[in-house]
Structure formats: C-alpha cells, structure tokens
C-alpha cells in the first residue's frame, strides 16, 4: 500500500486518515497537525523522510506561482530542510490543474444563474488556476489579497492591477515569516468579521477555507463558498450562516475534503514516479481518475 502523509502548521483536531483506491492502488491518506508548531514539523519532515512514498506541505505554501514565474517561499522551504528522498509537494500543482475548472463547475452544476456574477478571491495569488476560471468566465471580481494576506484595507478590481501588484509584492512576501502570511493553530479556528463590504458584495467567495472563514460575517445569506479543505464543522459554520452550496476543489473523503497538498501527496505517490508530477502529468492522472470540483448543497 502507498502512504502520503501531509504535515500541517494547522490544527491537530483537523486531523484525519482515510485508506482510499486510485487507479487500482490503495493508498493511505493522512493527515498530521502540529498547531502552529514549526519546529514540531520540521521534525516530523524529517522523521517521515524516506519512510513514505509522497510528503504534503499544509498550512503554507512552499512556492509562489503565477504563470511561468515562481516564487520560493523561504521559511516554508525551512520546514523541509531534512527532506532528502521522499518527493514534497504543497498542493500548486492541483491549484493550477484541478481548480482552473472552478467556475465552469458552478455553472454546469448549478445552472446559467452562474454563468456571471461577482466573486471575492480572498488571496488571488495562492489560487491561481482557480482565479483564471472565474476571470475566463467573465465574473466581476474583487482580488482579496492585500486584505486578507497583508491586513491592507485595499481591494484591487482589476486583472491586470492584480497580476501587477502580485509580480511587485511577491518577491519581498516570500521573505515574511510565516505567522504573518497564514493563520496557523489555534488562530485557524479565530473569526473575526473584516472587509464585510465586499463579502455582502459578492455572490461567490473563493480562496483558501482559513481565509474565507477568518473575516466572515454571521450573515452569507445566499451565497456559494469555493474552497477546499473543510470539515463537517466548516460545512456547519457555512450552513449556520446561510450559505447555499459549497464547491470543493478536491473530493469529498469519509465526510471531508483534504487539502490540494493532501490530494496531490495522494496522487503522486500512486504514479510512482518518485518526484512531483508536471502540471500535464497531473491533468492526465486526473482525467483517468474522472476527479474534479464538487458541489454540496447547503439548503
């Protein structure tokens, strides 16, 4: 049996295992919480290094990319140091294949209502294939990363203000520590409401699950969430809140969805290849394994 295990900065209570069949494999599923504890981490890294078939980055992410540019993310790449045989990915992999067919997904599912609308993108830059789908689409957006990621109370409403401001900031971002580029532990499970404006705004909000539930209101009446990453308690908070549907990037597993880094460890420990898989590799691993968003009715 293939084993991927993804270690997380986020909450131990999140964590989960599954056993599940790709391609006539089975594979063990797995995912383990350090609560924000960086050196925990790099420990359990270094510890599952060679005794797995696929390690997943959670909780941060180890790369910035954005069409043919990348970014490394230095303190992320710290985590990983002692890694020296098992390939590592963190997810961008399915965040550039499997979520690039998002909005197409609302709209074949939920019908023509959605073929247009107005969609908050708490960070723009950490799903990029996802903010390609909604711009193909032709959706109003709000590019959400000053605000969520940086605190800055701006909201860029342009594509190409967005693709501008994300290539200047980019690089010095990869610098920051990582309290300050993602909530980790105890601050995942923290909702203070912020930018409510453009959460009431918009009729689709999309990006990461922490993000999306860091700053929301108590009222998202009538709205569709777009994310990954959620548990029964995620589907419960939405639900509370009158949120209509939720599309996952990723499937549904024994009651939740893992993470792109989970999905993508999954993935690539089953091809066998020993290293992460190209973007073509993994749209044809996804074709064969008919994987793709997936709507869950709210109401």
């Known amino acids: ?35 924000g504890d960086i050196a925990k981490a790099t420990a359990l890294f270094t510890e599952l290094d060679g005794q797995v078939d696929c390690l997943g980055v959670g909780g941060i992410d180890l790369w910035i990319k954005m069409e043919e540019k990348t970014w490394n993310i230095s303190a992320a ?7 020296k045989q098992t390939p ?17 997904t609302l709209v074949a599912e939920l019908g023509a209502a959605y073929a247009q609308g107005r969609v908050l993108l708490t960070a723009a830059i950490d799903r990029y294939g996802m903010t390609k789908s909604f711009v193909a689409q032709g959706y109003e957006i709000v590019f959400g990363d000053l605000m969520f990621a940086l605190g800055i109370p701006i909201a860029i409403r342009k594509f190409s203000t967005f693709q501008k401001v994300a290539k200047l900031l980019a690089a010095p971002a990869t610098k920051l ?14 909702i203070i409401p912020k930018f409510t404006k453009w959460y009431e705004w918009a009729t689709v909000i999309g990006g990461d699950c922490h993000y999306i539930k860091q700053h929301m209101p108590d009222d998202l009446t009538g709205k569709v969430i777009v994310t990954n990453t959620t548990t029964p308690k995620d589907m419960q908070l939405f639900k509370q809140r009158g949120v209509t549907h939720v599309l996952t990037t990723t499937p549904v597993l024994d009651g939740r969805s893992f993470g792109t880094n989970m999905m993508e460890a999954a993935i690539t420990a089953v091809s066998g290849k020993n290293r992460p898989l190209t973007n073509d590799e993994l749209n044809e691993m996804l074709a064969e394994l008919n994987l793709k968003p997936t709507v869950h009715s709210l109401s």
């Not at 594979?27 to 609560?35: H, L, Q």
């Not at 790449?77 to 890694?83: F, R």
Request: no cysteine; proline share 3%; aromatic share 2%.
């Open 88 to 104: 590592v990915v963190d997810g961008s992999g399915l965040k550039n294949t499997l979520e690039a067919y998002a909005a197409q």
């Open 177 to 190: 520590p990582i309290s300050v580029l993602y909530p980790t532990g105890d601050k995942q499970d923290q």
């Open 1 to 35: 049996m293939k084993h991927a295990v993804s270690v997380s900065l986020g909450s131990s209570e999140r964590d989960k295992k599954v056993e599940i069949e790709l391609l006539g494999q089975r594979v063990s599923v797995e995912r383990r919480g350090t609560d």
């Open 77 to 83: 790449h710290k985590l990983i140091q002692g890694v």
